[in-house]
């Protein structure tokens, strides 16, 4: 048998039945696999179901879930996966707090914020437009702090429609912003394994909702002070130490300073949030959103 051919995998599993269990847990799996078989998420999950018939996930185009926190779907390639993330995976729902069995979730909501928004705004096209941002709705950062946000697809499509020049345009700008669930709580952060990236379409729709009128935000100093401290790892020896670096939203400066700790012979040290924002973007239109995105980095 040739074992350098073989690998074993250690899973995490989240399980939950909200007609049976009254709080979630996880279960702990290990899989021996051949290095040279295709295998994607799909697979992974039914050897799961193979080793505990309680495991269940959607059997359709909805199959969207979180390894170790990025949405990934059930045709994503298990090599791609472990060579970015590891041997060592946590398997969640999209969300948890709308889990009905496992991974297969209430996805009711999808569909709704389309329709009680700006659904009755949009063509054909706009629809099917929306329909593909399936996963970047669930990948919404916000909903970590408001069950209730919009989701980052309806800003998306909000995006398109008014760039489409949308004739109410109007209309469609008033009901993203509202007060407790619209585009004040979006703090955008790309959480799907390497999916599109909409950073440059949210600010652009922040612009536009905001008439370009921006106040010097703590995001806009924050920003400022890294362009020019791109050389505050310069700090003397730092030989054998164990580094962590908070480098927020700079994931680019975060890659070169940890190039910079390893050929001093320097350990870094990963932690959850390093590249993650911290209410930076929205302190001067949604400070509570921001304490709490602050409180969530300590």
């Known amino acids: 048998m040739n074992f350098k051919k073989r690998f074993k995998l250690n899973l995490k599993v989240f399980f939950f039945n909200s007609k049976t269990d009254y709080l979630p847990y996880y279960k702990h799996f290990s899989f021996i696999l051949e290095k040279d078989k295709d295998l994607n998420l799909k697979d992974i999950l039914k050897l799961i179901k193979s080793e505990n018939e309680n495991f269940a996930f959607p059997n359709n185009r909805e199959l969207l879930f979180r390894i170790n926190g990025l949405v990934v779907n059930g045709k994503e390639k298990l090599s791609d996966v472990t060579k970015q993330l590891g041997y060592e ?7 948890k707090y709308r889990s009905k069995n496992c991974l297969v979730i209430d996805n009711s909501d999808f569909l709704h914020q389309f ?9 054909k096209d706009d629809l099917m437009f929306y329909l593909k941002l399936y996963g970047v709705h669930y990948a919404s950062e916000t909903f970590r702090y408001n069950k209730e946000y919009i989701g980052d697809a309806i800003l998306i499509l ?13 209309e ?13 709580w979006c703090e955008y952060q790309n959480n799907l394994f390497n999916g599109q990236d909409y950073s440059k379409e949210i600010s652009e729709l922040k612009d536009i909702v905001y008439s370009g009128k921006k106040s010097k935000s703590i995001g806009s100093i924050c920003s400022r002070f890294i362009k020019k401290r791109e050389r505050v790892y310069e700090i003397g020896s730092i030989e054998n130490k ?29 932690f959850g949030m390093e590249n993650r924002l911290a209410g ?5 239109k ?3 959103l921001h304490i709490k995105r602050l409180e969530s980095l300590c």
């Not at 469609?172 to 509202?178: E, R, Y």
């Not at 930076?280 to 001067?284: K, N, R």
């Open 172 to 184: 469609i700008i008033d009901a993203i912003s509202g007060e407790f669930n619209g585009i004040d």
């Open 115 to 123: 329709r009680r928004t700006i659904g009755h705004f949009s063509k």
């Open 89 to 95: 995976l946590i398997v969640d729902p999209v969300l």
């Open 158 to 170: 909000a995006h398109k429609m008014l760039k489409d020049g949308n004739p109410h345009s109007k």
């Open 286 to 288: 949604n400070p509570k």
């Open 242 to 270: 164990n580094i962590a670096l908070y480098l927020g939203g700079s994931k680019n400066l975060l890659d070169r300073a940890k190039s910079k700790l390893v050929n001093r012979r320097a350990k870094y040290i990963s």
């Open 280 to 284: 930076q973007t929205i302190l001067d």
